[in-house]
């Protein structure tokens, strides 16, 4: 037997509350039994969205949420800025090209967050932009945009502000009302500790405006009617009764922890991940704006990523993620999103200094658990 600890950025683990909530007999979605267990989810995301907005539920993987973020808005052939940096910036390009939208790209160099005055240029010179799309974790990378700043810009002028935060929800404290986010999109399976399945969507009414003239066409993603259903507690198409009992289970969890100190252990986490790779020196991926979901790891010269990635899993049980694209061989990825604490930090650490050492890379065992252990007794 093998033990096994997911550490991705995505699935991450499902702790038990959830685990049981979801095994319990399935409900009907239009009986009476499912509206109070919508309307509790339905408030619950409010919550950890931090808004009065609408906070639809899809069934579907985040992506799911991207699409319909963009073929509710707009029209083909609009004008739409996509901030690019990294495999997830990239999807939204794709995803507005197949809609037929118009896409400005701010190619971001990876590893780096986009300048703000950069979004701001782009706007400047193209008033027809009518919305502008980005991640707030960049997962490829392990870089996070500053959001709040592109808010603040992006509110000045009539273009909608889209916000992937897929990766990025219940590790960071994200002011969606207070920011002025116009649409942003969540996913069951990263923060939130629950299985993969449902995409989580806020619309402000800047965005509803927009909603009422665009003719993109739609069917499954009809944000409209899910709008009007979810007044009705009830989800346009057969609700996942279960994922939804588990979201439930999930956001008691996070409350009764309270939104601050949950972004605070994400901090604690995140940190003692950095010092660790530092004791060990090993380069942060990321130049600037780590996330607080994932640390992204160079591997040392002479040492594959994927390698480290590959014995992490097969040798200890560890499964965290290797690099994407072009970074596939050059990093590796631990996650420290949700369902995660002091000893998944420490776990991890210790599995990349065995793995390492075991690859011929000179470590001396137990360097990065120290430098972890002390900010995690913090
Ligand atoms: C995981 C993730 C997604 C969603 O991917 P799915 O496979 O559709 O769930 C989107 N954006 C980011 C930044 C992610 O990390």
Same mark, same amino acid.
């Given at each position: 037997?093998?033990? /096994? ?32 267990? $919508? &309307?509790?989810?339905?408030?619950? $995301? ?40 990294? #495999?997830?910036? =990239? ?10 939208? /118009? ?9 780096? %967050? ?5 979004? !701001? ?15 707030? *974790? ?11 700043? $592109? %808010? ?24 969606? &009302? =207070? ?35 665009? #003719? ?8 409209? /009617?899910?709008? !009007? ?39 604690? $986490? ?27 790891? !160079? ?47 420490? *776990?991890?650490?210790?599995?990349? !200094? ?12 137990? *360097? ?9 007794? #913090?």
């Amino acid at each position: 037997m093998q033990k /096994k600890y997911l550490l991705a950025p995505g699935p991450t683990p499902v702790p038990p509350d959830a685990l049981l909530a979801m095994a319990m007999p399935i409900i009907h979605h239009r009986a009476p039994d499912f509206l109070p267990v $919508l &309307d509790s989810a339905k408030k619950g $995301l409010q919550w950890l969205y931090q808004t009065k907005n609408d906070v639809l539920i899809l069934c579907s993987t985040g992506t799911g949420g991207m699409v319909g973020s963009v073929n509710n808005f707009l029209n083909p052939g609009d004008d739409v800025l996509v901030v690019n940096g990294g #495999k997830f910036g =990239e999807r939204w390009t794709k995803i507005c090209q197949a809609y037929g939208m /118009k896409v400005t790209e701010l190619v971001v160099e990876w590893g780096h %967050a986009v300048k703000p005055e950069q979004v !701001e240029e782009a706007l400047k010179k193209n008033a027809k932009i009518k919305a502008v799309f980005v991640q707030y *974790t960049e997962t490829s990378t392990g870089v996070n945009h500053d959001i709040k700043t $592109l %808010a603040g810009i992006v509110k000045k002028t009539d273009a909608l502000f889209v916000v992937d935060a897929i990766s990025a929800l219940v590790a960071h404290d994200i002011r969606t &009302d =207070e920011w002025g986010v116009d649409v942003m999109i969540g996913g069951s399976q990263k923060g939130i500790m629950l299985p993969p399945g449902l995409a989580f969507v806020s619309v402000s009414d800047k965005a509803w405006k927009m909603a009422d003239t665009a #003719k993109t066409p739609k069917f499954y993603f009809n944000f409209k /009617k899910e709008r !009007e259903n979810l007044s009705k507690n009830q989800t346009t198409w057969t609700s996942p009764v279960s994922l939804i009992i588990g979201l439930n289970a999930a956001i008691k969890m996070l409350q009764d922890e309270g939104l601050e100190n949950v972004f605070k252990r994400h901090d604690r $986490l995140a940190r003692a991940t950095r010092a660790a790779a530092a004791a060990l020196s090993l380069p942060l991926y990321p130049k600037e704006n780590p996330s607080l979901s994932l640390t992204a790891i !160079e591997a040392p010269a002479g040492v594959d990523g994927q390698a480290i990635y590959k014995d992490l899993r097969v040798k200890y049980g560890i499964t965290g993620a290797g690099g994407q694209d072009k970074l596939k061989g050059k990093i590796f990825r631990i996650a420290h999103l949700g369902y995660a604490d002091t000893f998944d930090v420490i *776990t991890a650490v210790a599995g990349i !200094e065995m793995v390492l050492k075991g690859l011929g890379h000179p470590v001396k065992l137990g *360097t990065g658990v120290a430098a972890a252990q002390e900010i995690l007794m #913090k």
